[in-house]
């Protein structure tokens, strides 16, 4: 399948700085990737739709001010938590839709884990 | 609105059976439906996709879609310990369109 990766894998940040998750797509290209979040015991939540070389669109209660995305190129995606709070502690995962033989999938990174203090 | 519906679980199997995972979705349009496994604290794995009524096998997987009925299932054969995750259904429409998920089905196979 294809492969998807995210960075940093972890990050632990205190309350009011800005925190930038990177997106790949290593063996293919996406011209959409989605970011979700996902708190302990939850299900996924999606955040926005980002769209390569246009602007995210975000999911109803997202603040598109405080979680902006870049979709710079084919292959990136990052998600920037501004001024981040402890309650923005939480699983972020990235995932990247694939167009094969007319038939899509989306494969998901590993996942962003964010501590903020 | 969309909705997908999974059994949450635990769904309790020994080592060795087959687990059988079900799913109904409402949205009669969808067309693409995946199958993944997330274990705890990891990110969704995909296991299985499926795009047209009937069977697809991939090793000890093999997926079950039903338009008509709007189901699709996930058979495990030979259950493992190591298949012991949340399993999530996941449907959408088409490529203008977000995945629907689940709330996830929760696997226990016992050694």
């Known amino acids: 399948g294809a492969v998807v990766s995210q960075h940093p894998s972890w990050v632990i940040c205190k309350s009011g700085t800005s925190v930038k998750i990177e997106c790949r797509s290593l063996?293919?290209?996406?011209?959409?990737m989605f970011w979700y979040r996902q708190f302990p015991k939850q299900s996924l939540m999606l955040m926005a739709t980002s769209n390569e070389g246009s602007k995210a669109t975000y999911e109803q209660g997202v603040e598109k001010d405080k979680f902006l995305i870049n979709h710079a190129s084919l292959t990136l995606s990052t998600l920037t938590v501004t001024s981040a709070h402890p309650e923005d502690s939480s699983f972020y995962i990235c995932?990247?839709?694939?167009?094969?033989?007319?038939?899509?999938?989306?494969?998901f990174g590993p996942g962003t884990r964010l501590l903020v203090l | 609105q969309k909705e997908v519906e999974q059994n949450s679980g635990p769904l309790s199997v020994p080592e060795g059976a087959i687990a059988s995972l079900n799913c109904t979705y409402s949205?009669?349009?969808?067309?693409?439906f995946f199958w993944y496994r997330q274990y705890s604290g990891k990110s969704p794995e995909l296991i299985m996709s499926i795009y047209s009524n009937g069977d697809k096998e991939d090793g000890r997987f093999t997926a079950q879609l039903n338009k008509a009925s709007q189901y699709v299932s996930l058979l495990i054969r030979d259950s493992q310990p190591s298949d012991s995750a949340t399993y999530l259904c996941a449907v959408t429409r088409s490529g203008y369109s977000t995945l629907t998920f689940g709330k996830g089905t929760m696997l226990l196979v016992s050694p």
């Open positions: 063996d293919f290209q996406a011209t959409t």
């Open positions: 949205d009669r349009g969808s067309q693409s």
């Open positions: 995932s990247a839709r694939v167009y094969w033989a007319n038939q899509e999938t989306q494969y």
